[in-house]
């Protein structure tokens, strides 16, 4: 059982929370994440590790299903039932030179980490935050501190560029030379990324958020087409080579579970009434 410390909504239906689990915290590196599962009768759900402290990690997630909304739930000092982790594999240490590093949504939770580590490595990096308003924006300030320079974008323009996050990294592609891309957000931003760079032979990596049941590679929940074969992204993820992955697969595969989450969804607003 994993005591919850602390929590904070921070953007509508996105809470930061605090959970006291001092193994995971000394164990954890940038591009490591966790499988919570909230109590005994709910699922296993990957979420992003968004900092660390001697004791306790910190994760964002946003409320979409029937466990992250018990999760969200949760009152300070109610426990989690488990927590498995860190699993995934750790970003490389690596000095790859013009690092565009975009952001979508929370996504920007996994960006922090994975930017300070870039940063430390030496990295010059150019951030793209992007969501849907302005209301949607996560850890503006914290990503403003680890970039050479920051571009906003909002799809409705109501804060930064009025567009989407490929219409900067368009413009920067044309004028500057990026040594790596690396996306982090919904899976279409994503593929839509990896669609852009590829031509331009400019080096992608995708941070994959895909079904997981285990998280140990067993149930194979987690698969996605892969080169010319598969990955299990709970293992040899999440970071992995946008230019590679089978989207035309991975797509359709994210939503098989709607109908049934959207039935449990019911059930449980059902059971709060």
Known sequence: ??????????????????????????????????????????????????????????????????STKLLGKMK????????????????????????????????????????????????????????????????????????????????????GVKGFVTDALRGILSNEVVDLVLAIGPAVMMKAVSDLTRPLKVRTLVSLNSIMVCGTGMCGACRVGYKDGTVLTCIEGPELDGHMVDWNTLLPRLGMYNEEEARSLSLLDNESR
Not at 47 to 53: A, K, R
Not at 83 to 96: C, N, R, V, W
């Open 1 to 66: 059982m994993y005591e919850l410390v602390d929590k904070e909504l921070i953007a509508p239906d996105i809470w930061k929370i605090k959970v006291r689990a001092p193994h995971i915290a000394k164990a954890y590196k940038p591009g490591n994440f966790v499988i919570v599962l909230p109590h005994e009768r709910g699922e296993r759900i990957p979420l992003t590790v968004y900092d660390t402290d001697e004791e306790n990690i910190h994760i964002v997630f946003q409320e979409v299903g029937k």
């Open 76 to 159: 300070v000092g109610e426990q989690i039932q488990d927590i498995m982790g860190p699993t995934g594999h750790a970003f490389p240490s690596q000095k790859f030179g013009n690092v565009v590093l975009i952001a979508g949504g929370v996504g920007a939770a996994t960006a922090v980490p994975l930017g300070k580590h870039l940063r430390a490595c030496g990295n010059n990096i150019t951030i793209i935050l992007g969501a849907r308003s302005k209301n949607l924006l996560l850890f503006e300030k914290e990503l403003q501190d680890i970039s050479e320079k920051l571009i906003i974008t909002t799809d409705d323009g109501s804060y």
